[in-house]
């Protein structure tokens, strides 16, 4: 008599809890079909680019995002509202718009992570860069969305941990930059296979003489300190995540390219960085390079003072302050000269990696 009634109620639950995982097991089957599909024809891509975006931001993309890259870049953009055929089901106009361009462009904002079906072109682009392996994806955000914001879109999460993005600036910004970083990430790139082993293959001379890695928290200090100081004053180039990393490659492709493209890595050290997943890669790769090449290619400097007891957990950063000589930013009211000479000595060029190639000792704190 109760066994139909539970029944009911056990299916009802489990439709509540996992209808999502169910809607996205769906799509992504549809995906996979049409991505078969796709490959069977083999056509040529009809466009640079298929721009997927929110109905409310169409302002935004018709004054400033068209002109830009039809009018002046000359690119050929796929537009929902101009583009699709009338008649077909959404879902085919969306698979073959995103499989008929070279690349999706993805304008996301809030109304863009509220819409359904903003969330089933993300899902079809996102099938299809995991699938062909392809740089086939460039994320621009129209504004500033809190992490804390994104948790319940897991796959915008999941992208971002992985991918780097553009932003547009904010009012009275220049957006010259903007341009010309999305008008780089449209550009064609036929791999996303640029490894750490690939890079030693390559051998290509290095484009800066640093690359920076340090932890957003303290971007002000570079700003203002480091920047002034080594580009302005000293004349060295460097990479800087916000400034230099490609939009739409894997995050780590960025930072492996920095920094074999980089004559040396400066990284800069606080609490914050060490508990940075992302600033853990940067001074994996970074370390990897150094006892690999068995050359001076990598430089800390402290930005505080962190006792060893607290360096316990990491490893990684314990091993390399036993072998390695670091620079520490001076206290309040202390003169900078001699850290910046130090830093300047340390950023020549030199080719061992041995004894007498650390860099020069400073005081320890």
Known sequence: MYSPLLLFMVVSFTLHVLRWHLVYAYYLFLAF????????????????????????DEPWVIRELL??????QGWKLCLHHRDFEPGKPIIDNITDAIY??????????????????????????????????????????????????LSPYYRMRKLLKKRTYLSWPRAGENTEIFWEKLR??????????????????????????????YNTHDEPWVIRELLPKLEGDQGWKLCLHHRDFEPGKPII??????????????CVISRRYLESEWCSREIQVASFRLF?????????VFLEEIPTYHLSPYYRMRKLLKKRTYLSWPRAGEHTELF?????????????????SLLLTVDRP
């Open 67 to 72: 002109p830009k890259l039809e009018g002046e």
């Open 100 to 149: 008929g361009s070279r690349k999706t462009i993805c304008v996301i904002s809030r109304r863009y992570l509220e819409s359904e079906w903003c969330s089933r072109e993300i899902q079809v682009a996102s099938f299809r860069l995991f699938d062909e392996q392809k740089d086939v994806l460039i994320l621009v955000f129209l504004e500033e969305i809190p992490t804390s914001h």
């Open 340 to 356: 910046w000479e130090k830093l300047r000595q340390a950023l020549k060029t030199k080719e061992d990696c041995g004894e007498d």
């Open 253 to 266: 492709d960025n930072i492996t390219d920095a920094i074999y493209g980089s004559r040396k890595t400066i």
């Open 184 to 213: 780089q990430a449209l550009k064609t790139r036929e791999d996303c296979d640029s490894f750490l082993l690939n890079h030693k293959n390559k051998q290509a001379p290095n484009q800066y003489d640093a690359f920076i890695s």
């Open 292 to 300: 690999d090449e068995q050359k001076d290619v990598l430089i800390l």
């Open 33 to 56: 079909l049409f991505d078969t599909k796709q490959k069977n024809k083999q056509a040529p891509n009809q466009y640079d680019a298929f721009i997927s975006y929110n109905t409310h």
